[in-house]
């Protein structure tokens, strides 16, 4: 067990339709990560913030935001979805900004588009 | 795109074989790691070698980096069953995509180990 928890684990839904994935990280970390794994893709990054700020941004579409919260769990929004949408979506955490140690993943958010 | 890549893509061995995994990258970086990648599971952060390190031992892994050639490689020694996974290599790429404090990953090596 890694400490992330990422909830849902498995989600449905039709193209066009908005979902929330949200990521609770590691007690003491205050940097999270998404990542996004698809076949074709391989695993992106898509964005990176650290104690509520946004630190690095990756290959994030514009219809997809995020952001972290004073407790510093994460939420990851997608809206507009599209088949091509369809993945499993990783949180992982951190304690520093900088990429100096090991990243801590959660299970992942398995997300189906219809 | 991709930073790191793998190779093999696939390996198939015997339980007891050892298993070597390669990763190449393409720019400058800081350290280099592997994660290890149950089907459907999250990743497991295996081992970090730094880019001052020309080789790094954990249990039965073995890791070397060239950083001339930038390239690594994972060796996983005396395998089980239980190593079936897929195995990335990962990099912090200084300067790539022009963003940092991220990992970059490859598309990982799927070794599956015969009992």
């Known amino acids: 067990d890694s400490g992330v928890t990422q909830t849902p684990k498995h989600l449905i839904t039709a193209t066009g339709q908005r979902v929330t994935l949200r990521c609770s990280p590691r007690?003491?970390?205050?940097?999270v990560y998404w990542y996004q794994q698809s076949l074709d893709q391989g695993l992106q990054f898509l964005i990176q913030?650290?104690?509520?700020?946004?630190?690095a941004k990756g290959n994030i579409l514009e219809r997809f935001s995020a952001q972290q919260f004073p407790d510093l769990h994460s939420e990851l929004n997608l809206s507009s979805l599209e088949l091509g949408d369809s993945a499993l979506y990783f949180c992982?955490?951190?304690?520093?900004?900088?990429?100096?140690?090991?990243?801590?993943f959660g299970e992942g958010s398995r997300l189906t588009v219809l | 795109s991709q930073q790191g890549e793998e190779d093999p893509q696939a390996l198939s061995i015997q339980e007891g074989e050892n298993a070597t995994m390669n990763c190449s990258y393409k720019?400058?970086?800081?350290?280099l790691q592997w994660y290890r990648q149950n089907s459907g599971r999250g990743l497991v952060h295996l081992i970090l070698?730094?880019?001052?390190?020309r080789e790094k031992h954990s249990g039965r892994l073995r890791v070397t980096l060239d950083t001339s050639k930038k390239s690594s490689s994972l060796l996983i020694t005396a395998s089980r069953a239980a190593d079936t996974a897929s195995y990335f290599c990962?990099?912090?790429?200084?300067?790539?995509?022009?963003?940092?404090?991220?990992?970059?990953f490859g598309k990982g090596t799927k070794l599956s180990v015969k009992p």
């Open positions: 992982a955490s951190s304690v520093e900004p900088f990429l100096t140690g090991e990243l801590f």
């Open positions: 070698i730094r880019s001052n390190e």
């Open positions: 913030y650290y104690n509520g700020e946004e630190r």
């Open positions: 007690s003491g970390d205050l940097s």
């Open positions: 720019t400058s970086i800081n350290n």
């Open positions: 990962a990099t912090d790429a200084l300067g790539y995509g022009g963003s940092q404090g991220n990992l970059i």
